[in-house]
């Protein structure tokens, strides 16, 4: 099959000529496998037991190379890692190894976390851009730069095609099955997780069933801020003897160590100049269809606004449709070096759905919104940010599903999320 670039290619580009170990990680099935084996001499994949019985045995043997090596899934065997750590120490030169991981290691095999040694890069589900969707004409690049003063571009994209990229998911090789198949091959990955990817990472679950529940409440909540014991209140309705909040921090912790969870964290500016800011992070799963398969949502209940209970006029679509954004430009702005917040005060008051944050500390806010339309209540979290902290905020951003990219009198950008490219 012909490879299709992604957005992390960028990153190789320029750092694999400097750097001699970068480590790529993410979920099972973003695409991280046939990414590093693109730019590889030598592969050693770990994930096939065979491979990972040899080189357990004898770890040395992903050293007797001097080209570019490849350890897919080296957390089956940790002390490739603690190998490559001590040969970067000993000069290894730039290239010489590539790294994968779709989950976290044994607890119990502790190896070094290799910071100052191994670059690590996160691999999430194609963004829209990554899909060959759209027409990208609002650069994030340079929309972080501060210097844009005019959005432009128009796009056919509706809500039924945003729908439709939700639920045919970001992973490519969901992607690029028949659209029938897709529904079967995302419940088989949600299974996957509960049977297999959790004991795989040398965890046990006593309760699969509870877990699932679980899951499936964490994938309602996308694109809030519940509070976990909310979630296990939604994940065990009517039954009495609830599982303790040990339990349900337990399976968030599981969750995450397999890369399943990717929440939004709260943004803490450095400099101050705001306060009573909450610190709970905002619900996401890698992919936005994942939620839309917990919950049994289909491209017919979504767009006639069914799904789980919502507070005022939001929807469960207006979530998944954030969580698409944040996928998306989350990913675009780590290509371009920046890292992704949200920002929400005590109380809820005010709220900003996603802040890019560039190596200076300074910001790109965005507003996500599930309407062509744009209303002054869209703007109004914008501006009051602005208002609060000027001199950190380099630009404003309206995304939401209408046809034309803008400009606005009082300075905020308007770009539908089609439009919004590296």
Known sequence: MTYTKRLVDKQLDKLIPILPA???????????????????????????????TMIDANPELVLTDSRTTFI???????????LVRRAVDAGAPPGRFLLARSSSPDPKSRPHSGAGRIVRLMMRPMSLPERGVGDQTVSLAALLSGQVSD???????TVLNYVQEILSSGFPGIRAADPEAQPYLLDSYLDHIVEHDIREAGQVVRRPTSLMQ???AYGAATGTTASYASLLHAATPGEEAKPSKVTAMTYRDLLKQILVLDP??????????LKDLGQGPKHHLV??????????????????????????????????????????????AEAAGGKAFHLRTQGGTHEIDLIIQRRDLKIVAFEIKLSSLVRPADVAQLTWLRSQIPDLVVDTVLINTGPEAYRRKDGIAVVPLALLGH
């Open 22 to 52: 970068i480590a790529l990680e993410g979920a099972k099935g973003v695409g991280k496998t046939a990414t590093a084996t693109e730019r590889a001499d030598r592969v050693f994949a770990l994930d096939n037991p065979t491979t990972r």
């Open 72 to 82: 897919d899934e080296w957390q089956h065997v940790p002390s490739t890692w603690d």
């Open 151 to 157: 959005v432009t571009g128009t796009t056919s994209f």
């Open 214 to 216: 679980w899951l499936m």
């Open 264 to 273: 939004l964290p709260a943004w803490s500016p450095v400099m101050g100049g």
């Open 287 to 332: 992919d936005p269809a994942l939620a839309a398969r917990l919950v049994g949502a289909t491209q017919e209940t979504l767009l006639m606004g069914e799904g789980p209970q919502r507070r005022g006029r939001d929807t469960f679509l207006g979530g998944l449709f954030e969580s698409l954004a944040v996928q998306t430009i989350r990913s675009l």
